[in-house]
DNA sequence: CCATCTTTGTGCACGCGTTCACAAAGACAT
DNA sequence: ATGTCTTTGTGAACGCGTGCACAAAGATGG
């Protein structure tokens, strides 16, 4: 049946809630840990509390992608990493470029944790031309130039943005042209993108500023602030 | 009811939804767009589009503020700035440590956008003794035993983790035991912390792999299944 | 085979967050 | 002053996410 599906609502993958997804890797990790110290089996409380997580949802999450569990006993890891895994998509290769490889990208691009999941850099792209074939990591600095030719050969699906705000729509819109489909944006601008593809942003500013908002509120918590310290500045 | 007894459902912080408090930074920065360019005034319509957010929400948002606007105009984008700083808490001053001062924790300290809101970084610290003295961002990177002194000199009360995630803990359980009670961690771990110390987490790895999910999803979708609800089950 | 014990999977209720839709407020023109 | 037009502020409805509580499932021991 023609269910609405006008717009995206951010939410509804295949039953699977968005909630869900964004707790998956949290748990893969607890379980990849399990798995290194050879723990065969790790029960819904054992886990939930690795993942730092309320137990029923960890039951509820998981029941999502089938029934897994063995009742009495609790899941077994290895099996229960293989399926995440392949419920992130982690089985397979995904191709990913930086672009900006100034002190975040390289930073980035050095990052160890990149690679240990079926994510690899395909390359490394900035517009400073003076940077071009610099190794970093290992990888050689492209032209921002060479950025479709790229993503063409190499079937990148997936950029990440470290370039300055002011370049970071520019980017995007090559990256799509190209036919990346996600974006990880670390840039302080908010980026439109056609219907299609998905970006999430990584804002260091803004995370703080919620930190200091909470942190604020603790220091005048046994006082009474008063309302009255706005003076009667109406707007024009 | 008597089922009343929640110790912090991490919401409910003086009426002001948390969902509202993350966007409030998102707010404060297109509106310092605006002010920069002198805008005086803007509508709902115009400040929620600059800012990615639907207008209704946007409007919601403020109202917990107060009534700042003006109807049929508009909000004073001078005043706005202005209410939204002082409820984040950004008219004071923010003392914050980095902790872990290697690839990442490097970028973080050369980060511009760090003190243009208030956020000051008293001091950068690392276990390695032979960084100790050498200047990053301009600032000597200090000994990790200093931590305890610099944070109660300073009044540090938020700070930034960009150590290994096996140190995290440890880090962190130094860090709360001087006095900070508000941290930023960029470490892939689960972090302990007693009841009124707020922990907010920065993982690239974890966005990635939610990218890859919907990625994955994208790729089994439009292909062969005309509106397929369940694409091909792998056994195990 | 039965009893007991552990732990899963989920029905259910509740609260938060989002969005629609519109009355009220105010600016502005005449 | 009065009418018109724009835009705010919010009541209300709805959907998603969370967590409780428990029946069912299955392991384990006798
Ligand atoms: N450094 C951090 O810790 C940090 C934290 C949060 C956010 N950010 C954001 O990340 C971005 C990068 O920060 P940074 O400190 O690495 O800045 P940077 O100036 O060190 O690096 C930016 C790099 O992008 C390149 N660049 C500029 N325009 C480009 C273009 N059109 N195409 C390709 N490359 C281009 C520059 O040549 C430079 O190498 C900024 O938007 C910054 O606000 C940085
Ligand atoms: N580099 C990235 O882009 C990136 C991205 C996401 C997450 N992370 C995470 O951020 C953290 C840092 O990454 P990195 O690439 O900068 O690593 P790094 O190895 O370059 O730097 C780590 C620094 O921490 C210091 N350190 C170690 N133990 C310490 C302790 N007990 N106290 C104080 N300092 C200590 C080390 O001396 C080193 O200088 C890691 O947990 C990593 O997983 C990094």
């Known amino acids: 049946m023609a269910t609405?599906?006008?717009?995206?609502?951010?939410?509804?993958?295949?039953?699977?809630?968005?909630?869900?997804?964004?707790?998956?890797p949290l748990y893969l990790r607890a379980l990849t840990a399990l798995s290194e110290r050879s723990v065969p089996?790790?029960?819904s409380e054992e886990l939930a509390a690795a993942a730092g997580v309320n137990s029923a949802k960890l039951r509820k999450d998981f029941s999502y992608l089938g029934s897994y569990g063995t009742r009495g006993v609790g899941y077994d890891v290895e099996y229960?990493?293989?399926?995440?895994?392949?419920?992130?998509?982690?089985?397979q290769d995904w191709p990913v470029v930086i672009v900006?490889?100034?002190?975040?990208?390289?930073?980035l691009a050095n990052y160890g944790g990149f690679a240990s999941r079926g994510f690899r850099v395909a390359a490394?792209?900035?517009?400073?031309?003076?940077l071009a074939g610099r190794l970093v990591a290992g990888l050689p600095v492209r032209h921002i130039d060479e950025l479709e030719a790229i993503v063409a050969d190499n079937q990148v699906s997936i950029g990440v943005i470290a370039t300055p705000a002011?370049?970071?729509?520019?980017?995007?819109?090559?990256?799509?042209?190209?036919?990346?489909?996600s974006i990880l944006n670390f840039a302080p601008t908010v980026l439109s993108v056609p219907d299609g593809v998905d970006v999430r942003k990584v804002d260091l500013s803004i995370e703080l500023q919620i930190l200091a908002f909470h942190e604020q509120r603790k220091a005048g918590e046994?006082?009474?602030?008063?309302?009255g310290d706005v003076p009667a500045v109406m707007p024009a």
């Open 4 to 24: 609405g599906r006008s717009h995206r609502p951010a939410t509804r993958s295949r039953g699977i809630p968005e909630a869900t997804v964004a707790r998956l």
């Open 41 to 43: 089996t790790v029960s």
């Open 80 to 91: 229960l990493v293989y399926q995440i895994s392949r419920e992130l998509g982690l089985t």
């Open 100 to 107: 900006g490889i100034g002190n975040l990208g390289a930073a």
């Open 124 to 130: 490394l792209l900035d517009a400073d031309a003076s």
């Open 166 to 181: 002011g370049a970071a729509q520019e980017v995007t819109d090559r990256l799509v042209n190209a036919g990346v489909t």
């Open 222 to 227: 046994g006082r009474q602030e008063p309302d």
